[in-house]
């Protein structure tokens, strides 16, 4: 396994990958995530994990700079079956919009599973990557986010106005 920083422009991430697929892009600490790691198995391919977590790197450089919408990098997601559902329907959710956790719920065939669905949010191993960032709640309010409802809203508001988050970041 291989666990990189990545200094965004909204602070620190922590990528990490197994094989040839990125399993990790995480707000936590370097401890949460090794942890994390452990607990899935998580074997070296010191080579081969290398070139992923770059990729990773390139392709946020590029979501960040606006120039990329849609994520290529395959991606190992550790869950639940139903994690891994909802993690499918996030991925899902366009550029620059937003769902609620209720539409999320219902576009899964479980309308009343919706804390079901936040808690699955809450666990995404993957920020960004699988875009948790673009559930709000049903009011259209910004709820819980795992770096935080401030970055919530700022991916939101760049994706929404196509502006470069170091650009907002100084305003």
């Given at each position: 396994?291989?666990?990189?920083?990545?200094?965004?422009?909204?602070?620190?991430?922590?990528?990490?990958s197994?094989g040839?697929?990125?399993?990790?892009?995480?707000w936590?600490?370097?401890?949460?995530?090794?942890e994390f790691?452990r607990?899935?198995?998580?074997?070296?391919?010191?080579g081969q994990e290398?070139?992923?977590v770059?990729?990773?790197?390139?392709e946020?450089?590029?979501?960040?700079?606006?120039?990329?919408?849609?994520?290529?990098?395959?991606?190992r997601?550790?869950?639940?079956?139903f994690q891994r559902l909802?993690?499918a329907?996030?991925?899902?959710?366009p550029?620059?919009e937003?769902?609620s956790?209720r539409?999320?719920?219902r576009?899964?065939?479980?309308?009343?599973?919706?804390?079901a669905v936040?808690?699955?949010?809450?666990?995404?191993?993957?920020s960004i990557?699988?875009?948790c960032?673009?559930?709000?709640?049903s009011?259209?309010?910004?709820?819980?986010?795992?770096?935080?409802v401030e970055?919530?809203?700022?991916?939101?508001?760049?994706?929404?106005?196509?502006?470069?988050?170091a650009?907002?970041k100084d305003a």
């Open positions: 396994m291989v666990v990189k920083e990545y200094d965004s422009p909204l602070g620190l991430l922590y990528l990490a197994i040839n697929e990125l399993c990790l892009c995480s936590q600490g370097l401890a949460v995530c090794h790691l607990q899935h198995g998580a074997e070296s391919d010191y290398w070139t992923v770059e990729r990773a790197r390139k946020l450089d590029e979501y960040f700079d606006g120039d990329r919408e849609e994520f290529d990098i395959p991606l997601m550790f869950g639940t079956e909802v993690w329907a996030l991925s899902g959710i550029y620059g937003t769902e956790y539409e999320v719920a576009s899964i065939g479980r309308p009343l599973a919706v804390r936040a808690n699955a949010c809450a666990r995404n191993p993957l990557f699988i875009p960032h673009r559930v709000v709640g009011d259209g309010r910004l709820t819980g986010y795992a770096g935080g970055k919530k809203e700022r991916l939101i508001a760049m994706e929404r106005s196509d502006e470069r988050v650009k907002a």
